[in-house]
């Protein structure tokens, strides 16, 4: 004995040319919309329960407002580090800043979340630097003072106490003003002399990405630089800087290279 329905499902279709409803049987109502029975069962059954059409569940959580919140919160963070244009390769990357050699995405990443509540992934952290930001890090100096460096060690250093931690920073702030009077008293010249500024530079080339050049001969090509200094403020002429270049198979970088460019600069 069949049992009695208690919902009836009736299926319409529209079309362009006939606006009004075209009712059609289960069978062509699903070959048409290419959906299975079983898939229109449950959604007949559903809206015959609740009145209202099944809510969109796919896609998995939606937590788009929630990680435009965090990324915000993460590129204020970055912010807030201080970075530096670079002295050199300005041409070859416009725009991009550096910040200080001891800091990583990793360790920004770690006082991200000492200082904010929020829980973010590193990898959300990492795509928001790379895509946001045109930043990189600087490389540790090789001229550093080292009495520069053991004062910032010293006031990192978690045994000392608040007061010793004060006096080591008095100490720091006293020595880079000290440094800044010896600058100062160099940029002075006595006009009745001549002050010559110095520099030795030297370049691996050839400098290319083919890794067959990592395992090719290299050569190097050393930089002797003589300037001419007329003192803080004066205008630098071109005619009083003079470069001095050679390869490294021409010759080696010695006393007699520098001795030669400093005549040839005195000769002029």
């Not at 004995?1 to 699903?30: A, G, S, W």
């Not at 590129?75 to 990583?104: E, Q, V, W």
């Not at 928001?128 to 006031?155: I, K």
């Given at each position: 004995?069949?049992?009695d329905?208690?919902?009836?499902?009736?299926?319409?279709?529209l079309?362009?040319d006939?606006?009004?409803?075209i009712?059609?049987?289960?069978?062509?109502?699903?070959?048409?919309?290419?959906?299975?029975?079983?898939?229109?069962?449950?959604v007949?059954?559903?809206?015959?329960?609740?009145a209202?059409?099944r809510?969109?569940i796919r896609?998995?959580?939606r937590?788009?407002?929630?990680?435009?919140?965090?990324?915000q919160?993460?590129?204020d963070?970055?912010?807030t580090?201080?970075?530096?244009?670079?002295?050199y390769?300005?041409?070859?990357?416009?725009?991009?800043k550096y910040?200080p050699c001891d800091?990583?995405v990793k360790?920004?990443h770690e006082?991200?979340?000492?200082?904010n509540?929020?829980?973010?992934?590193?990898?959300l952290?990492?795509?928001?630097?790379?895509?946001h930001?045109?930043?990189?890090?600087?490389?540790?100096?090789?001229?550093?003072?080292s009495?520069?460096?053991?004062?910032?060690?010293?006031?990192k250093?978690?045994?000392?106490?608040?007061?010793?931690k004060?006096?080591e920073?008095?100490?720091?702030i006293?020595h880079?003003?000290?440094?800044?009077?010896f600058?100062?008293?160099l940029?002075?010249?006595?006009h009745?002399?001549?002050?010559?500024?110095?520099?030795m530079?030297?370049?691996?080339?050839?400098?290319?990405a083919?890794g067959?050049?990592?395992y090719?001969?290299?050569l190097y090509?050393?930089?002797?630089?003589?300037?001419i200094h007329h003192?803080?403020g004066?205008?630098?002429?071109?005619?009083?800087v003079?470069?001095?270049?050679?390869?490294?198979?021409?010759?080696r970088?010695?006393?007699?290279?520098?001795?030669?460019?400093?005549?040839?600069?005195?000769?002029q």
């Amino acid at each position: 004995m069949q049992k009695d329905r208690e919902v009836t499902n009736e299926y319409n279709l529209l079309t362009e040319d006939h606006p009004t409803k075209i009712p059609v049987c289960k069978d062509t109502f699903c070959s048409v919309l290419g959906i299975g029975k079983d898939h229109v069962s449950r959604v007949a059954r559903y809206y015959a329960l609740n009145a209202t059409a099944r809510p969109e569940i796919r896609g998995g959580a939606r937590k788009v407002a929630e990680n435009d919140g965090k990324k915000q919160h993460v590129m204020d963070h970055i912010n807030t580090f201080t970075c530096r244009a670079s002295h050199y390769g300005r041409r070859g990357a416009p725009g991009r800043k550096y910040l200080p050699c001891d800091l990583s995405v990793k360790r920004m990443h770690e006082l991200f979340d000492q200082q904010n509540h929020d829980v973010v992934s590193y990898s959300l952290y990492y795509t928001v630097f790379r895509q946001h930001f045109n930043l990189g890090f600087g490389h540790p100096a090789t001229d550093a003072c080292s009495s520069c460096a053991r004062f910032q060690l010293r006031v990192k250093d978690p045994s000392l106490t608040e007061e010793e931690k004060r006096s080591e920073s008095a100490s720091y702030i006293l020595h880079r003003r000290r440094a800044r009077v010896f600058y100062d008293l160099l940029g002075q010249v006595d006009h009745d002399a001549v002050t010559l500024c110095f520099d030795m530079m030297q370049d691996l080339i050839p400098k290319t990405a083919i890794g067959q050049a990592y395992y090719s001969r290299q050569l190097y090509m050393y930089l002797s630089g003589v300037v001419i200094h007329h003192g803080t403020g004066s205008k630098q002429a071109v005619d009083d800087v003079h470069l001095y270049t050679w390869m490294e198979h021409e010759n080696r970088k010695g006393s007699n290279m520098t001795a030669s460019a400093l005549d040839h600069c005195l000769r002029q």
